[in-house]
């Protein structure tokens, strides 16, 4: 269940918006089907849309023919700029084509065909270095959660929304693989369902037991009591530990917390925003309001009705019990440590 894939010096995206029903990818030849896939979420997930763009870039610079390394680095920056602009929420997106232009920047090659070279093998680092975050978020993660865990998790951030194994399902898939006893409440998330088609099929196909649910159905699972342990993961988490993920989990927070059930987050330190002070800064994209009044293309709301989409929101760091990186499980104070582990990383 590869999201991203580069065979044969293509571009394949998995195109996760006809999931579960169909498996079809999307041949990218050209850096614009990229931010299409991106924009469209055929490729999405903070992580996932990350690794895509940096792949994006290479795919761009393919179609670059500039021979001199000025021109050249000046046309890539320009194309990330477009596919920067795709999706405004997931830092990592801004990360990853920062972080590819860095390498092209301070590189003392020349000739394009050889810079060319260098920005696949980093595109190929992002990779595969998100895949052992991911495993090592899963190590860490793991140990949170009881020999018997119920875990409700909102949206889908699995190995679809990454470039495998996933953060939040992560966690999960490690504690299983440790043989812990645990099974999984996949809020649907409306309006574009990454529970129900994403999320429910990564368990079923592990043998992972899953039961799905409406949103509307987390806080009577809560009251029941038949839930000990909440793991989302994240689009983009201030230096106060503020966490902006899909639209919805700041709900899933309060009721966890009213219900005295532990709230965790589990993301890289790629999504990690030390730039930014607080949640308010973060820029939350508005999607089209078909989204919410069309289902199957059918409508579900008379013509001319308002609507508000707001893709994301904002959870406040009082309500997160723990954010969960591959550098090990960061506790409140916030404001602090994760200060301390950016640095760390720097270093
Ligand atoms: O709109 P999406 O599907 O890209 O939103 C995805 C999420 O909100 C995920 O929870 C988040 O990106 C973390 S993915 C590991």
Redesign the pocket.
């Known amino acids: 269940m590869n999201a991203i894939i580069w065979q044969n010096n293509q571009l394949k995206l998995l195109d996760q918006t006809k999931l579960p029903g169909t498996m079809e990818y999307i041949t990218c030849n050209d850096y614009r089907t990229v931010g299409e896939a991106i924009k469209c979420?055929s490729v999405?997930?903070?992580?996932a849309?990350g690794a895509a763009a940096a792949y994006g870039l290479v795919v761009g610079a393919q179609q670059v023919e500039a021979n001199d390394r000025k021109t050249f680095l000046e046309k890539l920056e320009a194309i990330a700029g477009e596919l920067g602009a795709t999706r405004p929420t997931?830092v990592n997106l801004r990360w990853a084509l920062d972080r590819m232009l860095m390498r092209l920047n301070t590189a003392p090659e020349q000739d394009t065909l050889e810079l060319k070279k260098i920005m696949l093998e980093e595109a190929h680092a992002i990779y595969n270095e998100d895949v052992e975050s991911n495993r090592r978020m899963g190590a860490y993660g793991q140990e949170l959660l009881p020999e018997e865990a119920r875990v409700l998790t909102h949206?889908?951030?699995g190995a679809l929304?990454?470039a495998g194994y996933?953060?939040?399902l992560g966690v999960i898939r490690a504690a299983h693989e440790k043989g812990k006893k645990v099974s999984v409440y996949a809020d649907e998330t409306r309006p574009?369902l990454?529970g129900a088609r994403l999320t429910s099929w990564e368990m079923v196909q592990e043998g992972i037991p899953v039961t799905l649910i409406t949103d509307n159905m987390a806080g009577y699972l809560m009251s029941k009591k038949m839930i000990d342990c909440v793991v989302?993961?994240?689009?983009r988490i201030t230096a106060n530990g503020d966490v902006a993920?899909?639209i919805g989990t700041y709900g899933v927070a309060v009721l966890a917390n009213h219900h005295k059930i532990p709230f965790y987050v589990a993301?890289p330190l790629s999504t990690i925003d030390m730039s930014l002070a607080s949640g308010e800064e973060i820029p939350i994209e508005e999607r089209d309001a078909k989204e919410v009044t069309h289902h199957g293309g059918q409508p579900m709301a008379p013509d001319g009705v308002q609507v508000w989409n707001p893709?994301?929101d904002v959870t406040p760091n009082p309500l997160v019990q723990a954010i969960i990186t591959e550098k090990g499980v960061i506790l409140p104070p916030y404001q602090e440590n994760l200060a301390k582990i950016c640095k760390r990383q720097e270093v």
């Open positions: 979420l999405r997930g903070a992580p849309i997931a949206c889908n951030a929304a990454t996933g953060t939040a574009l990454q989302v993961g994240a689009d993920n899909k993301a893709a994301f």
